[in-house]
């Protein structure tokens, strides 16, 4: 339709004014578009965390089961059985291992009682992270297909004395950096933890350690990375030292050597800062030489003390005795000397009130790992927080107790199929406790709650665990009240029913502990007086000790073996001594489980003896294993952590020994 306007008459066409964004709405995109780019940004972060962690358990992963895949492969390879003792002429070499005194749980523990004890805005550390970090284990293994190989000094292999030149003038002995790899079908392996050496503590004023130098935890085992102040290391290392065996190397039946050089004796230094330091003596007098080469070497006694001894390389037969082994040391007690021992530093403060025992509380002395130009050969993998070796203990008590529902089992269901459901009557049917998928707590010796579970009567579903060797004086050191009624008697507990006193008083340790001289304590045994040597070890042992021509016995005032050179008067002789301590058919005969006598027979009183067996039976033996049963298996728990994710993760392998 056309439209007509009268002529003459302006027309005017008006337009909408143009508006813009307003300040307001201006200001709600841009906090739109900002709320958007913090959300792009809070998911690209989240991809980026999970990738990051995602690749940090896969690289764990991996490390896990480079190290679970080596301790596999040695404990398949194991020379010997672990059925102690070893025979007199096998010559199959040895296994032991030493359950340190800390638990997978004590630094959790540890952990709870700093926080309880602390202010509620103090910002304390939590351990609990950190499990079992000082057990030690050490065998002899074969090779297989690929040897083993080791570093080995050129005078050695070229059978002269080495000499003490120093042509590069760096401060050491040339012939002891000349070092050739050599190979071997078997080899002495070691495995143990060490913690981190401290770049710098508050504590040690005026040491500047930022080239993390080891020597000065070795000059001083207190010197840990311990940032946030709790006495426990921050971090630790696996360890894994080769010693090659190869006894051929031997000359007239030691190894080369020339005065000082190559020989056992004192270890002295400097640190880096120039300050000397002189290490225990004879805790670590071998352990210039161990660091010095990978042989599996030792002591070769000249019986004068102002010289230092010769060292020989080691055959499997010659491993077999403990004192042989690396690491080992029998300390000087005065007209007697302790029991082949390992030679291990104090612990951390921490372990003080779990195991506050005078030797065996601690790791291995670090001054045995490699340290100058080797620093970091024998490290396994680091960023570790558990090493833990367990044994398996078939007579170990497995306790329930009924979970929320106040039932055994599922809360009303027949769990075992036997007609009853739950309680006959008022009696509850303890077949159905710790039925899988019920709510009941089934605890092992590993738990921190298992000594209050047996305090409270909990029921007995089973036997049979995986656990720490000497299980039973670790509930105590880490508070438990024990009873002679507790079901505590089993093969690995260490604890003896026939010995056992509630303390302050009595002798809680089996024979077999004793004997083997890893517990010594004081007769005036009492809770101040904690046990003076406590090395809990499986050993397959030797019975050389019973043909040596040496006794091996308790000396006043001493309970546990030590080997005595003085004569039989230490017994009940002597002014400061009290009391006969060996039956006397035992002080008048040395190695009597070798003399085709039946010597403990018949007592005093001409009556027949109840622990008599026969000729030369057990119980004429000065020594025992420490443990003196065949090894069914054992589990090795590794736990790791990436530092930078803080992820966790650990990894187990188990190895029966019940076929071999």
Excluded at 165 to 171: K, V, Y
Excluded at 246 to 254: C, E, F, K, T
Excluded at 577 to 589: K, M, Y
Aim: proline letters at 7%.
């Amino acid at each position: 339709m056309l439209q007509h306007f009268p002529k003459g008459r302006s027309v005017r066409f008006h337009r909408s004014p143009r508006r813009g964004f307003t300040l307001l709405e201006v200001l709600v995109a841009t906090t739109v578009t900002l709320l958007m780019m913090a959300a792009l940004a809070k998911i690209f972060k989240d991809i980026g965390t999970s990738m990051k962690q995602g690749r940090a358990t896969l690289e764990l992963n991996n490390r896990l089961r480079d190290v679970t895949f080596r301790m596999r492969r040695d404990l398949q390879n194991l020379t010997c059985t672990p059925n102690p003792p070893a025979g007199d002429t096998t010559g199959m070499g040895y296994m032991q291992y030493y359950d340190g005194p800390q638990t997978d749980y004590t630094t959790t523990i540890y952990s709870t009682t700093l926080n309880s004890n602390a202010n509620p805005l103090d910002d304390v550390p939590n351990t609990s992270r950190i499990g079992d970090v000082d057990d030690i284990l050490m065998a002899t293994v074969r090779a297989g297909d690929v040897w083993f190989t080791g570093k080995v000094p050129s005078f050695v292999l070229e059978r002269r004395a080495p000499s003490a030149a120093d042509n590069d003038g760096n401060g050491r002995i040339d012939d002891l950096e000349n070092l050739i790899s050599v190979g071997a079908q078997h080899a002495e392996v070691v495995v143990f933890m060490e913690p981190v050496v401290a770049g710098a503590r508050t504590d040690f004023p005026g040491i500047d350690n930022s080239q993390r130098d080891q020597s000065y935890l070795v000059a001083n085992t207190d010197f840990y990375q311990d940032n946030d102040g709790d006495s426990v290391p921050d971090a630790y290392r696996l360890y894994y030292r080769t010693l090659i065996i190869r006894p051929d190397l031997n000359s007239a039946g030691v190894l080369p050597s020339s005065g000082a050089i190559f020989t056992a004796g004192p270890v002295s230094g400097t640190l880096p800062n120039g300050t000397p330091f002189s290490l225990p003596s004879p805790l670590c007098d071998m352990s210039r030489i161990h660091g010095a080469c990978d042989l599996s070497i030792r002591r070769v006694y000249d019986g004068d003390s102002t010289t230092r001894d010769q060292v020989a390389a080691n055959s499997l037969e010659d491993l077999v005795d403990p004192a042989n082994r690396f690491a080992h040391v029998q300390i000087d007690l005065g007209n007697s000397t302790t029991m082949p021992l390992l030679a291990l530093g104090p612990g951390p403060a921490m372990l003080a009130s779990f195991n506050p025992t005078g030797v065996g509380s601690g790791f291995l002395h670090p001054a045995f790992t490699l340290q100058g130009e080797r620093t970091g050969e024998d490290i396994l993998a680091s960023d570790l927080l558990a090493f833990d070796v367990k044994a398996f203990d078939p007579g170990c008590t497995l306790l329930a107790s009924f979970g929320s529902d106040g039932a055994p089992g599922v809360a009303a269901i027949d769990d075992d199929g036997n007609g009853v459901q739950d309680f006959n009557g008022s009696t509850p049917d303890l077949n159905e406790a710790g039925w899988a998928g019920s709510d009941d707590l089934v605890l092992s010796p590993n738990d921190p709650g298992y000594a209050t579970a047996m305090a409270t009567g909990a029921v007995t579903v089973g036997s049979g665990e995986y656990v720490d060797l000497g299980w039973a004086h670790k509930l105590v050191t880490h508070g438990a009240s024990l009873t002679a009624a507790m079901p505590l008697w089993s093969q690995l507990s260490g604890y003896s029913q026939n010995n056992f006193m509630a303390a302050p008083s009595g002798f809680p340790f089996t024979d077999a502990l004793y004997k083997s001289g890893m517990a010594i304590q004081n007769r005036a045994f009492n809770a101040s007086q904690p046990p003076l040597v406590l090395q809990t070890s499986y050993d397959t042992w030797t019975k050389r000790y019973e043909e040596d021509g040496i006794l091996q016995g308790s000396r006043p005032p001493l309970t546990g073996n030590v080997r005595i050179n003085g004569n039989l008067q230490l017994y009940g002789n002597g002014a400061n001594e009290t009391g006969q301590v060996l039956p006397a058919w035992r002080r008048a005969n040395i190695d009597a489980a070798r003399d085709g006598i039946d010597n403990n027979g018949i007592d005093s009183s001409g009556n027949i003896d109840p622990n008599r067996i026969g000729v030369d039976d057990v119980s004429e033996f000065e020594t025992s294993p420490p443990f003196p049963v065949a090894l069914r298996g054992l589990k090795i728990s590794i736990r790791m952590e990436d530092p930078g994710t803080r992820t966790v993760r650990q990894m187990s392998i188990a190895q029966e020994f019940v076929s071999q």
